[in-house]
Every structure is written in structure tokens, then in C-alpha cells.
């Protein structure tokens, strides 16, 4: 059974920083790719930054200010960091993290993924 956890939401001040991390386990035979996404209140899920098939994708509001990093899976645990610094309140959002690709799609195509953390909150206070 794949497992997603995220965990290091919480509320920050513009222009601060934060870090999340992710781990995913339960799941072999993959591309180790997994994925940031966002989604904030009346707004569609979006792709934020992933490792995608070995190669680092973001999203054009988050490259230059957010970091993704993937440690190497140690016993079957993949663990994927998201730094970002000079908040904005747009980043405002739950913020989930996908493993195991799935449907048709590019890392950014929410449909791309199989399966999901509950979401941690990112508030951005002015």
C-alpha cells in the first residue's frame, strides 16, 4: 500500500521562508519520480516543481524562489524537499505531494499521479 506524507506547512510572512518534505513508500519498480503540487481555494491543482524522471521541473512561479530536492531512497522510502523563500501570498495553499505515475500526462498534469498526501497548509501573511 503506497503511503504520501508531507509535513512543514505553516504560516510565514512575505518574503520568508519554509521548507516542506515529503516521503512515499509502499511502492518498486519506479521511476522515483514524485511532484509538488498546490491548490488554493477556488483555484484548479497545479504543478509546482517536481524530480521528474531524473530531470527537475517548476513551474514558472516558482523557478528562481523555490528549490526541489530528492534524497536517494533508502529501504524503499523516497523522500522529496521543497525550499522556498521569497514568499509571495499568491503561494498561499494546500500543498500536496504525488508519487507513482500513473494516466497520460506531463509532471505538471495532475492526472500524471496515482497518489497523494493529505496536504499540508502554506499561509503567506502581508
Known amino acids: 500500500q503506497v503511503q504520501v506524507v508531507e509535513s512543514g506547512g505553516g504560516t510565514v510572512q512575505v518574503g520568508g521562508s519554509l521548507r516542506l518534505s515529503c516521503t512515499a513508500s509502499?511502492?518498486?519498480?519506479?521511476?522515483?519520480?514524485m511532484a509538488w503540487f498546490r491548490q488554493a481555494p477556488g483555484k484548479e491543482r497545479e504543478g509546482v516543481a517536481s524530480?521528474?524522471?531524473?530531470?527537475?521541473?517548476?513551474?514558472p512561479s516558482a523557478r528562481g524562489r523555490f528549490t526541489v530536492t530528492q534524497q536517494n531512497p533508502e529501504n524503499g522510502v523516497y523522500v522529496l524537499s521543497l525550499e522556498m523563500s521569497s514568499l509571495k501570498p499568491d503561494d498561499t495553499a494546500v500543498y500536496y505531494c504525488?508519487?507513482?505515475?500513473?494516466?497520460?500526462?506531463?509532471?505538471?498534469?495532475?492526472?500524471?499521479?496515482?497518489?497523494w498526501g493529505q496536504g499540508t497548509q502554506v499561509t503567506v501573511s502581508s
Open positions: 524530480v521528474y524522471t531524473g530531470i527537475t521541473y517548476y513551474s
Open positions: 504525488a508519487a507513482v505515475l500513473g494516466g497520460a500526462g506531463f509532471w505538471n498534469s495532475a492526472n500524471h499521479w496515482r497518489s
Open positions: 509502499g511502492y518498486r519498480y519506479t521511476s522515483g519520480s
